[in-house]
């Protein structure tokens, strides 16, 4: 294959050129051997992707727990698609869903990565698969538990999008955000919004390919900047439909075109794939797949507004020392740098890792891909920097199973030069430093404490707070959190601030300090006083129990306690699933049995209330520690059944054509809400593997609570012919209320 193949190689991959061509670049991985020496020791490959996880397209994060998560195009019980974890050293692999395709599935195929969100659930999109096979939203705990698909893509629908190829952002009001490639009132895509629990969804934007002030096909990740608009790319569309770079606020207003790609022009570039960062000089910096000086690839910039643009490097794939086709941005290091890969070019025609200042100077290969041997290549993702001193990402093909590779390397140190620039505007107080406290300065393993800081002189999105045993290494955090208090970066850096930090049960005693660092790196800006951890607040003799062992929806259960040492005012009570993680409570008291701290109580009694929308199962209470994530009992576990319920649900008439309606009617509810729903389901499906549905209200938002109504649902055209029901559901939960007889699809 020669390089003027290259824009079939990488768009197909992409889904670009047609919705059915998502998987054509996967065959072209074995058409490039290309013999290569043994590779520079920049890289060290800590994880060879084979048949049951295979072909990552999409980077890696971080979680809460200190695991990589990720995805897999391949791989999986179905060959398409999973969803793994991995710990940073490359050990205990494990997939913690495999996807599947085909209408009604999990979804599949995805080809971005996932974020965490502010709840601790993973959150991820499939490019295919789910309720009209088109792509879908999901989500995960970290624990491979609860998984659900949020939202199910839909081409042909003027208010959705369909095939999303980007990752999720969270954006500071908490809602997810992300692009489709296809759909939408124009089918040259959308932006979207949706809120985690997948209850409220909406379109800001749909693209137009045929407008030159819109764009087209976005396939980039979004990035919310901090002046609060999000910003993002699109491989068609603008001026010569040849991409374009875009704004927009986040519920839709003010959307600009801030720059159209041209491919045939040297100081342009085109057919961006990838998303945009904000440099720490306030840039915002990108790739294009294409353009440039001889059309094969661009890294570039521009300000803001849109002014100021500049191709800050041009790629070229018949010069070893380049690297061409880039897919993937650039990150921002604490040197200053930006760092990136290209999917082919380089030594061995297969990608480069690379490095460029920011002002264009010092473009260096640090190293380069090779499909032969152990080696990886056709890198197409971003770059994750991990605060335990290492970059890590993926190859999509290569290593020695041929399924890609993850890859990692030690991130270089933070240059004391790399602060943001800003402009001055008179004369500047003398400044002394960054401050760090720690508050208290004693506190038992599984607490929390607070970590106050003022005074960051060029503060960014990215300065962190970790957790250290006095006088370790840089490297050596025990826990950690962003400036925003959370493990996902916020949008804007904070200068002054304070967040809750909860200390490792697993911790040793012993003496600690907080330690504030500057832009994912390793800078100290400042260190608290010390930190001595002790014991939890636990004790052999500490128990909870909570009667009676069953217990009807919209009912009480007595909590009741002793034996608690180290009692604290804002020790908790938290009702779970059986086997939930600690975050995933579904409600919660304080030990004064209100949501309002009192005084500390080493034995008691709480009625707890067991809300209507929690779904019937195994549950069970803990007792935390003083605003942590401590747990210092467990009861035993309980069962929540379901309320009894007088409702009834009927579905006419018993047969119905595809693309027909069939009429729904309901009474009865007994406790009524406004996102009570009623979905259509092939007979004996689970609840979360409806085809269709509608609130109450009869359309997709909700109103008014209705005990008693009927609503007219059409059956999608694409259904298969068979045996259905109607379901009736609670409070945009997975409870089923009742059930309707069986009607048949023709």
Request: charged letters at 10%; a neutral charge; glycine letters at 14%.
């Amino acid at each position: 294959m020669s390089f003027g193949g290259k824009s079939m190689t990488i768009s197909a991959a992409l889904g670009l050129l047609a919705r059915s061509t998502l998987a054509v670049f996967l065959g072209a991985f074995s058409l490039l051997a290309i013999t290569a020496p043994a590779r520079a020791q920049v890289m060290e490959i800590v994880k060879d992707f084979e048949s049951a996880a295979s072909y990552p397209m999409s980077s890696l994060i971080v979680g809460a727990d200190g695991y990589l998560y990720g995805t897999t195009y391949r791989g999986g019980d179905f060959n398409e698609g999973s969803v793994f974890k991995i710990a940073v050293n490359g050990s205990n692999f494990s997939i913690l869903k495999s996807l599947r395709c085909g209408a009604a599935s999990n979804g599949c195929l995805p080809l971005a990565g996932l974020v965490q969100g502010l709840d601790g659930y993973l959150y991820g999109t499939t490019s295919l698969g789910g309720a009209s096979d088109e792509g879908t939203i999901f989500r995960i705990a970290a624990d491979g538990s609860g998984f659900a698909v949020l939202r199910s893509f839909q081409c042909g629908i003027s208010g959705d999008g369909c095939s999303p190829q980007s990752g999720l952002l969270q954006g500071s009001d908490g809602m997810l955000y992300g692009t489709t490639a296809f759909g939408g009132s124009g089918d040259g895509g959308t932006i979207f919004k949706l809120s985690p629990s997948g209850s409220s969804f909406a379109v800001p934007r749909s693209f137009r390919c045929d407008q030159p002030t819109d764009g087209c096909h976005s396939a980039g990740k979004l990035l919310q900047a901090s002046n609060g608009f999000l910003y993002g790319t699109s491989y068609h569309g603008g001026a010569h439909n040849q991409g374009s770079v875009y704004r927009l606020a986040p519920d839709g207003n003010g959307f600009t075109l801030l720059k159209s790609f041209q491919c045939a022009v040297a100081i342009n570039g085109c057919m961006p794939l990838a998303g945009l960062i904000q440099a720490n000089n306030g840039m915002l910096y990108g790739t294009t797949q294409q353009g440039g000086a001889v059309d094969e690839g661009t890294l570039f910039r521009l300000s803001g507004d849109g002014s100021d643009f500049l191709v800050i490097h041009s790629f070229q794939c018949g010069q070893a020392a380049s690297g061409c086709l880039p897919v993937a941005g650039v990150v921002q290091l604490g040197d200053g740098n930006l760092y990136g890969t290209t999917t082919f070019g380089g030594a061995n025609a297969e990608g480069t890792l690379y490095r460029i200042a920011p002002d264009a100077t010092n473009f260096t290969v640090l190293d380069r891909f090779a499909c032969d041997g152990d080696d990886g290549c056709k890198p197409q993702a971003q770059l994750t920097v991990v605060p335990n001193g290492y970059l890590y990402s993926t190859t999509s093909a290569g290593g020695k199973f041929g399924g890609g590779t993850i890859f990692r390397l030690p991130a270089p140190a933070a240059s004391s030069t790399s602060s943001n620039t800003a402009i001055s505007t008179g004369p500047v107080a003398a400044v002394i430093g960054p401050t760090l406290t720690v508050n208290p300065n004693t506190a038992p393993r599984g607490a929390n404490v607070t970590a106050v800081w003022s005074g960051i002189v060029n503060p960014t999105a990215k300065d962190w707070v970790g957790l250290y045993p006095a006088g370790s290494g840089n490297s050596a955090y025990r826990t950690w959190i962003y400036v925003n208090c959370s493990t996902s970066a916020g949008a804007v850096g904070k200068a002054t601030g304070s967040c809750p930090l909860t200390l490792p049960l697993n911790l040793e005693n012993g003496t600690y300090e907080l330690r504030l660092l500057a832009n994912n790196g390793f800078t100290v800006l400042a260190k608290s006083g010390s930190l001595v951890v002790g014991n939890p607040v636990t004790s052999a003799a500490a128990s909870i129990s909570v009667t009676p062992s069953a217990v009807k929806k919209g009912e009480f259960v007595t909590v009741a306690w002793s034996g608690l040492a180290n009692a604290a005012a804002k020790d908790w009570i938290g009702l779970y699933p059986a086997g939930a993680p600690t975050s995933s409570y579904l409600t919660w008291l304080y030990v004064s049995c209100s949501t309002t701290a009192n005084s500390a109580r080493a034995t008691g009694t709480c009625n707890l209330l067991v809300a209507p929308s929690v779904p019937p199962g195994d549950y069970q209470v803990k007792l935390l520690g003083n605003n942590g994530y401590g747990v210092i009992a467990t009861s035993r576990n309980f069962t929540i059944e379901p309320a009894e319920q007088s409702a009834t649900l009927s579905a006419t008439p018993n047969q119905v054509r595809r693309g027909g309606l069939v009429n729904v009617a309901w009474s009865g509810i007994d406790s009524p809400t406004a996102k009570d729903w009623v979905a259509l389901y092939a007979q004996g499906d689970p609840n979360s593997s409806y085809l269709t549905w509608a609130y109450v209200s009869c359309s997709t938002t909700a109103t008014t609570a209705k005990p008693a109504g009927s609503c007219a649902l059409e059956i999608p055209a694409t259904a298969s012919p068979g045996i259905y029901q109607l379901r009736l559901l609670g409070n945009n939960g997975f409870n089923a209320l009742v059930t309707s007889s069986s009607f048949t699809v023709q």
